[in-house]
């Protein structure tokens, strides 16, 4: 745990990085008919996080991929950005080289590797992040690059309030507080599965948690979007739950508040655990400071369940298969 909360705490400086290195990538978005992220794990999340904040803000669709491929309709007007903290990720790599011989705009965010070389090679823009962590560990850099990317195309990037993205200077003291409380929450009972009932607003953070609960905690975690698994999913939600809940609501519809309040209800009914996490705004720091917290929340949840955090080893013997074939 040690190692790798030291890892977490630079967050802050992995947002000040990338706000200080940035440089507008001169792309003009009347000429884009679509954009993809691509990206795996915690680099990917980034796509998803940025997908969902721009969702009402920008008029060309976003798609994520986490896949060796592109989607068919993607071509010479697709602005897509590659997100691989090592560069040399094969998933990203491929579709990287889809991209290309399509002729997409490219834009890439990485240390290194192999995607920078062919980057390099290529002319494309690269946005540079700095090296040394374990990728789910440095999405400061790559979150904060795809925020300015999104701005910039927008024609905001001068903008003070997205300026501000590096006044994120936290005491992470306060965080590990926080979220040992919430830990404390969840206590009575210990559980063994995570989910979070999520806006689609929100989905992203929530995969986020999700996934470094995963790898950190090295438990089940899940993500129940609203309105949707209200539609299905709800009709888990019985007895014998072996499961804490969080809840994550942007607030920006009334309907969905309303299930919100009639899921939380349900669930207080059988008495699990369940916390709801602080939504100041949906401003950009707000959603910065919660991929924060619930990053040290799970590294708090590995702690009690004694996981070694910094270590993936079904990851690695996966990567180890791979390579051999
Ligand atoms: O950012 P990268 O280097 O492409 O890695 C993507 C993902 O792959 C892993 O290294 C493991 O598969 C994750 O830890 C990481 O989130």
Redesign the pocket.
């Known amino acids: 745990m040690k190692y790798i909360s030291q890892q977490l705490k630079q967050f802050s400086k992995q947002i000040k990085f990338a706000v200080d290195s940035y440089k507008p990538h001169g792309i003009d978005k009347n000429k884009l008919s679509n954009i993809v992220i691509c ?5 990917g999340i980034a796509g998803r996080i940025v997908k969902g904040y721009f969702n009402d803000k920008l008029d060309l669709p976003v798609e994520v991929v986490n896949d060796y491929v592109l989607p068919r309709y993607t071509g010479a007007k697709t602005l897509a950005v590659f997100c ?3 560069g ?2 094969e998933e ?1 790599i491929a579709a990287y080289k889809i991209a290309h011989e399509k002729g997409c705009q490219i834009v890439v965010i990485s240390c290194g590797g192999e995607l920078e070389k062919l980057a390099k090679q290529n002319g494309n823009v690269i946005y540079k992040v700095e090296g040394g962590l ?3 560990m440095a999405l400061g850099s790559p979150l904060t690059y795809l925020f300015l990317i999104f701005f910039d195309l927008l024609g905001q990037y001068k903008n003070a309030d997205i300026l501000k993205i590096a006044d994120f200077v936290v005491n992470s003291d306060d965080y590990v507080i926080q979220t040992s409380e919430l830990v404390g929450r969840f206590n009575g009972t210990v559980k063994n599965k995570y989910v979070v009932v999520t806006d689609a607003f929100f989905e992203g953070v929530a995969t986020r948690f999700a996934q470094q609960i995963q ?1 950190n905690a090295k438990l089940e975690a899940f993500v129940h979007v609203l309105p949707e698994a209200n539609h299905n999913v709800i009709e888990s939600y019985y007895n014998r739950l072996d499961t804490n809940f969080i809840f994550l609501n942007s607030r920006n519809n009334h309907r969905t508040n309303l299930r919100f309040a009639f899921v939380k209800e349900l669930l207080a009914k059988y008495d699990v655990p369940m916390v709801e996490l602080l939504v100041k705004d949906n401003s950009l720091n707000t959603l910065f400071h919660i991929i924060y917290q619930l990053d040290w929340l799970s590294l708090q949840v590995a702690d009690k369940n004694s996981a070694v955090s910094d270590q ?1 080893p079904n ?1 690695n013997a996966l ?1 180890d298969f791979l390579s051999k074939q």
């Open positions: 990206g795996m794990g915690g680099s691989s903290y090592s040399n990720t990203t374990q990728p789910r790898e993936i990851i990567k």
